[in-house]
């Protein structure tokens, strides 16, 4: 295995194609295809289902490109420290729906970490692609919103991922509450994600579940404010 071989994989998954991969990479098709089967074979995995529409990455695929990823930027950052001028940075990226509350975190981390040793990202999408970039390890954290009417689903799908739901009214409380030593209570303020689809494969939200939402806003504000 080679880290050309890891970059042709990942290519291969981020084009969808062989052909447009190849053109991107300026090697032949059966250079690039005769390469993923080595690297297949080597690994004793399969990465990409074969069919007549086309390729698709299978399950096993998914984990072992998560990997790869990880392996290609940590040689990215020997390469930028030892032969570059200016050293190399770790990636730190978060993807979260549109909340106000972690666009303020992240840039407080910003401001107390400093942009020397990081390179720091904020994605703001949709739920079901928070999840498969903290599944796929293009994010180190993803925040989402969960309540009684979601958390099941949620929950299966994050264990589907083998990953770990973060999210509680708890964890949110005491959050308030360490951001109470920075600054007054009565300026903090909760903002809940907007209650409707932004997009045709946005959140579908029943009535039920956007009264849920408010819901517990207003719990975790009576328990915090009184």
């Given at each position: 295995m080679t880290l050309q071989q890891l970059k042709y994989?990942?290519?291969?998954?981020?084009t969808g194609t062989i052909t447009e991969a190849a053109n991107k990479l300026y090697i032949s098709q059966p250079s690039l295809t005769n390469a993923i089967h080595e690297l297949e074979k080597e690994m004793?995995?399969?990465?990409?289902?074969?069919t007549n529409k086309g390729i698709s990455i299978s399950k096993e695929g998914e984990d072992f490109l998560g990997y790869a990823r990880q392996v290609l930027e940590q040689a990215a950052i020997l390469e930028d420290k030892y032969k570059g001028d200016n050293g190399g940075k770790k990636k730190f990226c978060v993807s979260t729906q549109h909340y106000s509350f972690a666009v303020n975190a992240?840039?407080?981390?910003?401001?107390k970490i400093g942009?020397?040793?990081?390179?720091?990202?904020?994605?703001e999408t949709q739920t079901y692609e928070i999840i498969e970039d903290v599944a796929k390890m293009r994010s180190e954290i993803g925040i989402l919103f969960l309540n009684d009417f979601n958390e099941k689903v949620i929950t299966k799908i994050l264990k589907s991922y083998d990953l770990?739901?973060?999210?509680?009214?708890?964890?949110v409380i005491n959050r308030i509450h360490e951001a109470e030593k920075y600054i007054?209570?009565?300026?903090?303020y909760l903002s809940p994600q907007c209650g409707f689809a932004s997009c045709e494969i946005?959140?579908?939200?029943?009535?039920?579940?956007q009264w849920a939402k408010l819901t517990l806003v207003k719990d975790i504000a009576k328990e915090v404010l009184g």
């Open positions: 994989a990942i290519t291969v998954a981020e004793n995995i399969i990465i990409f289902n074969r992240f840039v407080d981390l910003i401001k942009q020397d040793e990081y390179d720091f990202s904020l994605r770990e739901l973060l999210e509680n009214k708890e964890e007054p209570l009565d300026r903090l946005g959140n579908k939200l029943t009535e039920e579940e």
